[in-house]
């Protein structure tokens, strides 16, 4: 459940998508009176003079009322990990002018190599960590689609495609229509990033 490195007690949470996700984690913590050195997507850092088993549980019930909770095994904070950096990184605009893959981007950020960590997602995940950002990329698109102040060349650039013409293909792929179809749905699907 956590790492003891610098009197600091890491916990993993599972669910933990967006900026929003962490001010909720932020706003319990500080409800239950639990200090907390830093709040991250799926991390909470808390110095080891706040912990008390009862905190921690009590923690835990509330983290699943919100739709949360803490991951407790290796394999499962690894996938963790990896999905809240994909994400990250598909909503942070600044990882782009790296121009860095996602199979690099994961290789420096965790200290195991790309397959084993490719191997372990798609053992415990029942699809591929292609096929996983794939989805990412394909619901950031939905949700560029949606809002209508990008073309389908900038949002291909956006999400680092090839083209637009890649973009759409990937598209109509996961999707079974193309990008302007699915511009003209009144009721377009999307899906919640952590059900993905």
């Known amino acids: ?5 610098d009197q600091e007690m890491k916990l993993h949470v599972k669910n933990m998508v967006c900026p929003r996700c962490i001010m909720a984690v932020e706003q319990l913590l500080s409800e239950q009176n639990i200090d907390f050195s830093k709040v991250d997507l799926g991390l909470v850092e808390l110095p080891y003079a706040a912990i008390e088993d009862e905190k921690i549980s009590r923690f835990r019930a509330g983290l699943v009322q919100l739709g949360f909770d803490l991951i407790d095994d290796h394999k499962t904070q690894l996938i963790n990990q990896v999905k809240q950096l994909v994400i990250k990184q598909l909503r942070d605009d600044s990882w782009r002018s790296h121009r860095m893959n996602f199979s690099d981007a994961i290789t420096s950020a965790i200290p195991y190599s790309y397959n084993y960590v490719s191997q372990v997602f798609s053992e415990n995940e029942g699809l591929t960590l292609e096929k996983f950002i794939i989805a990412q990329k394909i619901e950031m698109a939905k949700e560029l689609l949606s809002y209508g102040e990008l073309s389908l060349n900038q949002i291909a650039d956006k999400l680092d495609y090839s083209s637009s013409a890649h973009l ?8 079974g229509i193309s990008p302007s179809e699915y511009k003209k749905l009144e009721k377009p699907d999307r899906k919640a990033l952590d059900s993905l």
């Not at 459940?1 to 490195?5: I, L, T, W, Y």
Request: charged share 30%.
């Open 1 to 5: 459940m956590f790492d003891q490195k």
């Open 168 to 175: 759409s293909a990937q598209f109509k792929k996961v999707t």
